[in-house]
């Protein structure tokens, strides 16, 4: 028996890397880096003294989350489906734990602070460990999927006590995308669609009563719908955005050559790092870092096809539809599509590599 298990796992580490998938990462991270380094050197230096503080700390997370890639690649995937029940409970403690120790910061309660440097951010967690519990729930439970009670409804209930516990923080945002995540997941798993048409009903007319109880998610709506009420407050981060990518052209005014880092966009290394890159590379450096965010997703989607069993395609399709909904939301938000989030742009936004992403 020990002969056998030790063949297994030495078939599993010689097995192809998709290197099309690799490369595209590579080039993610390597951009990602490069446009970090621009766009947060002016408030880098206001901040801190140094230029390079952001971009030293983006760099070093980037190749501890390169190197974790490559060692959790010759892990055999189904080796965590023995463990798919524990990620629902560890995800309820880390969030029941920043209710109790986390910091709050600009009205909400989301980081635990480990030291006074160095923090973690639990719902960027619980997104992998979803990704993971509903992997191994809907392969236990695959027959009876198509049902409404035994499949749709007991499935998706299973979420609600996670997405309160978002809320109580509240993170908003990281409900939305935990809901996406389970939702794909679900329906490519073998629950039926209209049974999600159905929910919906309910789930639309809930988000809205959410929006209008709480004023600042309110605010954010009105300031999407018309940012120049209060360009001076409240839109003046859109609208600078907008500034900075209408600024770019087609080609762009070159890199490091931004105006609107200088302090004009809050933060522009986090969430509208986007921006940036529109001013400083234009229309068709935005283009070819989306073609490269549409290639990750094509191979995701791939790999999800070519799984050789259920599980490891649930696991492909959850990690791929995390990266894309991230991605569709935070660029609707800096074009002033969808109303502001704080979602980080992958493999851009200094405050994504909080948590490191190994993409197996």
Known sequence: MAKKKIGKFSSFLNNPMDFTLLITIILLIGVGLVML???????????????????????????????????????????????????????????????????????????????????????????????????????????????IGKGFVKHFAMIVPIIGLLLLQPHFSASIVILGIVSIMMIVAGCKFKHFLAAGSFLIPFIIVLVIIEPYRLQRVLTFLDPWQDATGDGWQVIQSLYAIGSGGLFGVGLGESKQKYLYIPEPHNDFIFSIIGEELGFIGCALIIVLFAIFIWRGTLIAMKAPDMFGSLMAVGITSLIAIQVIINI?????????????????????NGTIYTIM
């Open 37 to 147: 380094l621009s766009a947060s050197s002016p408030s880098a230096l206001a901040d801190t003294g140094d230029s390079y503080r952001y971009f030293k700390r983006q760099l070093l997370f980037a190749i501890l989350g390169l190197i974790a890639m490559f060692a959790i690649s010759k892990i055999d995937y189904r080796f965590y489906q023995k463990f798919y029940k524990y990620a629902w409970w560890i995800s309820v403690v880390l969030l029941g734990a920043v209710l109790v120790i986390g910091r709050e910061i600009n009205g909400a309660q989301r980081w635990i602070y480990i030291t006074d440097t160095l923090s973690v951010q639990p719902s960027e967690i619980v997104k992998f460990l979803m990704i993971l519990f509903y992997a191994g729930i809907l392969v236990k439970n695959r027959d009876e999927l198509s049902k």
């Open 332 to 352: 609707s938000v800096v074009t002033s599509s969808m109303p502001a989030t704080g979602m980080p742009l992958p493999f851009f936004s200094y405050r994504w």
